[in-house]
């Protein structure tokens, strides 16, 4: 490394502000959105609709991302949800097609699933939004969970920190302290010295005590919520 080359600390402003335009941005819809066809194992074909749920707190810091996904197995009746409690299943059976033996599924078939695709979302999407609403209410009450228990942790240091200096302060104003060190110029320096510093460390933690708890537990407040439709996924019967 030459002088070409800066390093910088991951709490440098520059390197924060950087860090937030990520974070906020995500991945673009574009590179997500789409229709998929991939080859199962399974012996019915089945449509799997998913989205993404992301949470954004102040200064659009990101608190929560959750993939949602419901799936229905294709056949002569209309499309019908699975229930959610099937949710694990269905995410098995899309992590086995992604990691498929290579087989590939006919052209025919691909073409016919395609041409289903807006009636199929059209059909899954009101149980996808259900879904949808009820993570982010979920993921919303775990973090406020969470600010309100980490402010409450904070504030009780802050409590014990506060208390330790009036007991301390306490004992340099008592008559066992001057008993002790006398009142000779250099002692009373000093003592006099601790005193200040015991009293502008007071000072700050009251005015910790009254503003940070209830900045962390505002860090974790959601201010937006983002829903994004990832796309569809079709899984075929590699004998089907």
Known sequence: MDDSVAQLHLEHRLVRRLLARFLSHGFPPAELSGVCVAPTHESHPSVLLLARVSLFGPSAA?????????????????????????????????????HGD????????????RERANQDVASLRPELERRVKAAAADATRKLNLRGQTEAAQLRAIIQGQLQHCRDRLKELKGPAQLL??????LVALNFDSDREGLEARLA??????????????????VEVTRVLLVGLVYLWPVTG
């Open 62 to 98: 990101r608190l929560h991302d959750e993939l949602i996904v419901v799936g229905a197995t294709i056949g002569p009746a209309p499309l019908e949800a699975r229930p959610e409690s099937d949710a694990p299943l269905v995410w098995g059976h899309l992590d086995a097609a992604l």
């Open 204 to 221: 700050t933690l009251r005015e910790e005590l009254s503003g940070v708890p209830s900045r962390v537990e505002l860090d974790y407040r």
């Open 180 to 185: 002790t060190f006398g009142r000779d110029d």
């Open 102 to 113: 290579g087989s590939t599924v006919p052209d025919g078939a691909q073409r016919r699933l």
